[in-house]
């Protein structure tokens, strides 16, 4: 009996069902760059050369394990440039008993499975991803019909079923869940990232580079320097150096924002777990050995802990949970085309050139400034949430639907009317000057509201809070808001109001 075993660029793990039980005399594993996939959003360059060079180096694993791979390179004859289209030739030419597939991350290619099961002669299984810690049947039990899902609540859950950061008394390490009053520091001066790896291109990857460039000229960001790990023993060094070098300073620095610097403290981990070459749970177990083991600090093991068992699964759930409605949502009725500015990155505000730079520059920018910067300016100068998203998928080496969905329509934009979090994430320019220094270099004032160098997220703050206020008015955790606008009077109120139509009316005609 002959298999076939399609692995998708981000399942590049071999402990996967489709890897573990492959047949190495039997069975074929198909793996396919396609331009389908790497144009269906306009990818950054460096996360298209990341997983072709990625895949390239698993293909060549696997073949060296002794196993048949039928590998079909972008610019191959007879290519179909799409998935479904890979799967019918090489079932065609093959003439397996069988195709297998673990469950991608997106909708819209399990839909593209589902039908193409129609399609096909043979049985096509769609296989778990018991790479993730909680299945969609566990997540479901726990939402159950819970009117609000708080990732508090799962991530409690997930440490006890998981057993991480657990006395053997079933009580947390530490005493407490979470830690998150001791994190949250302002930037100390002179806050730097500690040095970082930056591994060696090898002849596979100045292949894939040559590829990139050749085919996607106009592709969006800067294909070099490349400096990402491609294979999992590099993915490794990438994790032993994280937690030997950097973990320590986690949770001190995690909403820290510093220019020039977009490493700080943050693991750079997400594009190597999505992608299959780390594995979640053995990147948590690696931070509480650090903590057990007095290397690292409670309140840095736990904070980082708490974004991959508690954030990373919980919004893989909700994503599932609410597909395909997910996507159309726009609780707030937003619908301000994209500024051209979140491609070009020319915007006078530093804070958001600062974090579409490093976009730009490295397929990445941490957690802060796409919550805080970008995404805080997309939210309240209420830009369209579809466009936004995909913005989001297309410029991240991380980026994939399961998960960048859930954080920028429900966590940045509340485009979902508050399933994923209770409050929006919105903050003026008050906040990016206290946890930065990006305001020391803007051509405007974060102290001013109102004028030729008023800071266009004070203005726009209070625009966005007076527009909402029949939704958020009512919200336990805002309150204090309203009551502070409420004491401006309506004159400073107008005054920010037009104020705000005035940066609306710069960021259209690109002058913000
Ligand atoms: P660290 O700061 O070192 O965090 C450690 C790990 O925790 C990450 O590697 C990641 O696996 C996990 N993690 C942290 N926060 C989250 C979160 N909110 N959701 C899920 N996992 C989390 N993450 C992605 O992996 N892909 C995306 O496409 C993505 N899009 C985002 C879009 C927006 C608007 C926002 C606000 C966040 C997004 N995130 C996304 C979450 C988070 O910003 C990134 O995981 C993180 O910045 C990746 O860098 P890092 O590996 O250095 O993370
Ligand atoms: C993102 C991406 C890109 C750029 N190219 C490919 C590809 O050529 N072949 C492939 O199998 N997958 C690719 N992907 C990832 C998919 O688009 C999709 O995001 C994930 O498989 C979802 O799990
Ligand atoms: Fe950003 Fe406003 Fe500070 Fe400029 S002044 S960096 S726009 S917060």
Not at 227 to 246: M, P, S
Not at 495 to 503: E, P, S
């Amino acid at each position: 009996m002959t298999v076939l075993r399609v692995i998708l660029a981000d399942q590049l793990s071999t402990r996967l069902a489709v890897v573990a039980a492959a047949d190495k005399e039997h069975d074929v594993f198909l793996m396919a760059e396609v331009m389908a996939e790497a144009s269906y959003v306009n990818h950054h360059v460096k996360k298209i050369a990341f997983l072709f060079s990625a895949m390239r180096h698993y293909a060549q694993a696997l073949r060296a394990a002794g196993y048949q791979v039928r590998y079909v390179a972008l610019e191959d004859a007879g290519n179909s440039q799409s998935l479904q289209g890979e799967i019918l030739r090489a079932v065609a030419d093959l003439a397996p008993d069988r195709v297998v597939v673990t469950e991608p991350g997106e909708w819209r290619l399990r839909e593209g499975f589902e039908a193409l099961k129609l399609a096909l002669p043979v049985e096509l299984d769609i296989l778990p991803d018991t790479r993730f810690l909680c299945s969609h049947d566990a997540f479901n039990a726990w939402a159950g019909d819970r009117r609000e899902l708080r990732m508090e609540y799962f991530y409690r859950e997930m440490r006890k079923r998981h057993e991480v950061l657990m006395e053997p008394d079933g009580k947390p390490a530490g005493g407490r869940w979470n830690f998150d009053t001791e994190n949250r520091k302002p930037p100390k001066a002179g806050l730097k990232s500690p040095p970082r790896l930056s591994f060696k291109k090898d002849a596979i990857t100045c292949e894939v580079l040559e590829l990139v460039r050749r085919r996607f000229p106009d592709g969006y960001g800067r294909l070099e320097p490349f400096h990402f790990a491609v294979t999992r023993r590099q993915a490794l060094r990438e994790l032993d150096h994280f937690i030997a070098h950097v973990l320590p300073g986690f949770g001190d620095y995690q909403d820290a924002m510093v220019a020039g610097e977009p490493w700080l403290r943050h693991s750079l981990l997400a594009a190597y777990i999505n992608a299959g070459l780390l594995y979640p749970l053995e990147v948590c177990r690696r931070a509480e050995a650090a903590y057990r083991e007095g290397q690292a600090p409670l309140n840095a093991a736990e904070g980082f802990i708490r974004q991959i068992l508690g954030w990373r699964e919980f919004v893989r759930g909700v994503y599932w949970r609410f597909m395909p409605g997910y996507l159309e949502q726009n609780a707030l009725e937003a619908h301000e085309p994209l500024p051209w500015f979140y491609w070009s990155g020319e915007t006078r505000m530093a804070c958001v050139r600062e974090a579409l730079a490093h976009t730009y520059d490295h397929a990445y920018s941490h957690h802060i400034q796409r919550l805080m910067i970008t995404g805080n300016f997309a939210l309240l100068a209420g830009l369209a949430p579809k466009a936004v998203h995909e913005w989001y998928l297309a410029v991240y080496a991380d980026a994939y639907e399961w998960v960048e969905a859930p954080n920028t329509l429900g966590m940045a934009l509340h485009a979902d009317g508050g399933v994923l979090a209770s409050k929006p994430y919105a903050a003026s320019g008050a906040y990016i000057r206290k946890m930065s220094n990006y305001c020391q270099g803007c051509a405007y004032d974060p102290t001013v509201a109102v004028g030729d160098r008023a800071c266009p997220f004070n203005a726009l703050y209070w625009d966005f809070m007076a527009r909402h206020r029949e939704r958020f008015s009512h919200n336990a955790r805002m309150p204090f808001v309203y009551a502070t606008w409420d004491r401006m009077g309506v004159e400073r109120q107008a005054g920010l109001r037009d104020q705000a139509q005035h940066h609306l009316t710069a960021m259209r005609e690109g002058r913000l």
